[in-house]
């Protein structure tokens, strides 16, 4: 019993781990776009990508500099949302801990060990 207990919970921990990385590389690929998609001439006067070959390798170091910021921040909403969806995850399953039964009256306790 305690082996097929420890086989099922470790088969669990797999698909929610699993399930919980695959969300976040999605979410961090469509908040990468979204924050991305705002960075744009207008928003960043100074540093205009269309410009930037005129200022060589500095341009490049401030796009990679930008992109960094961006992969960043889009890096730290997605574990938020992640973490809200364990949350709602976690509330979702509370019920179920009504459909547990109180132990037996006049069963002994278990074991404590060998």
Known sequence: GASLLNLF?????????????????????????????????????????????????????????????????ALMIAYIDNYWAMMWMTLASLPLVLLLRPPAKGSAPPPMGE
Request: hydrophobic share 40%; aromatic share 4%; glycine share 14%.
């Open 9 to 73: 919970r470790s088969i669990g921990a797999s698909f929610g781990i699993s399930i919980v990385s695959t969300l976040l590389g999605a979410n961090v690929q469509t908040l990468h776009e979204e924050i991305g998609g705002k960075v744009t001439g207008s928003s960043l006067a100074p540093i205009d990508p269309s410009t930037l070959d005129r200022f060589g390798v500095a341009g490049e170091a401030a796009l990679r500099m930008i992109d960094g910021e961006v992969n960043r921040q």
